[in-house]
Structure formats: C-alpha cells, structure tokens
C-alpha cells in the first residue's frame, strides 16, 4: 500500500484553459456586459437576438380602482373576518385572553382567505384562458363562464348544492367585473 505526502500529491487543473482568461475582478456585471457575450446562444429558439429585456416594475396608472395591491384588501378582509371570530368565541371576558384569541384568529383566517382568493385567480385565469382559446374569442361571456366554472371546481368537493351556489356567485361576480370593465373602456 503506497501513501504519498502532500508534497508529492499532483495538483489539480485550473478551471480556466489558460490563465490568461482568469480576472480576479470578474463580475456577473461585467460578464453581461461583454460585448462577445450574444444572447442568443442561450437558446435558439427562444428569440433572444435582441438582447434581454429586463423585468419592468413600474406602476400602471390607469386601470380599474382596486386593483392595485390586490392582496392588501383580501388580508384585510380576513383579517376583519378573524378579528370578528375571535371577539365572537373568546372563552373569557379577560381582556388579555380576548386579545389573544383575537390575534389567534385574525393570523389564521387572513392566510386562508388569502390563499383562497390566490386558488380562485388562477383556477380562473386558467379557465378562461381555455375558453377564450376555444371560442377563439375573448369577450365578457367567457368570464362569466369561466367564473360559473371556477366556483363549480372550487366548491366541488362540498357536494351539489354548494357546488352550484359558489358557481353562481363566481359567475356573477366575473360578470360584474368583465361588463363593468368593458363599460368603462
């Protein structure tokens, strides 16, 4: 059985092929910013010769009211709903107990109406999306339709009655929000 000793042990390869292509300085910046890096060899197909456009984040100034920070008034609707269950059902008239069961609730319901409104705007997206495709048209019928679906989906598991409720409901609401949407354009 043969041992070596550090000093004998063989060195590795740099990653570089020559160490004229090693910078220290180097940065993602700089790489990207290199005029021999082409975009487009990334992937052919994905229609980079142009460069990459970066991601913008500005503000839309017009549009309905409300629908901006859309997840501020859908916490906050839950948050209300929590606060009003845990005023309701506090075991005790203490003020520290009813306190406490009153942020106990309020951190439980304002996720999961939260999250619920998140299920239904993609349940709903994708809904109408496909009909849209389908129909290949995109008018405020196929809203309404993809609503009745969605609540159908969405309640489906609760049985027939609640099913058809929640459709109907979702149905009504898109189509206050399609008609209401197309008046106003």
Not at 12 to 21: K, L, M, T, V
Not at 133 to 142: E, F, I, Q, S
Request: glycine share 14%; charged share 15%; with cysteine.
């Amino acid at each position: 059985m043969s041992h070596t000793n550090i000093e004998e042990e063989e060195t590795f390869a740099p990653i570089y092929s020559n160490q004229e292509d090693f910078n220290p300085s180097d940065t993602v910046s700089s790489f990207l910013s290199n005029s021999a890096y082409d975009p487009s060899r990334l992937h052919p197909l994905a229609g980079l010769g142009g460069g990459i456009d970066y991601l913008n984040l500005e503000d839309d100034e017009g549009g309905l009211p409300g629908t901006q920070n859309g997840v501020l008034p859908r916490l906050s609707m839950g948050g209300a709903f929590g606060f009003y269950e845990g005023f309701r059902s506090s075991p005790s008239p203490a003020v520290k107990i009813r306190l406490n069961t009153v942020l106990n609730s309020m951190t439980r319901r304002g996720p999961f109406i939260g999250n619920s409104a998140g299920v239904l705007a993609l349940m709903y997206n994708g809904v109408n999306g496909v009909i849209g495709k389908a129909r290949g048209t995109y008018d405020p019928l196929n809203s309404v339709a993809a609503g009745a679906l969605t609540g159908v989906l969405f309640k489906s598991t609760s049985g027939l009655r609640a099913a058809g409720s929640a459709g109907g409901v979702c149905a009504v609401l898109a189509g206050i929000w399609a008609f209401g949407k197309e008046a106003i354009m």
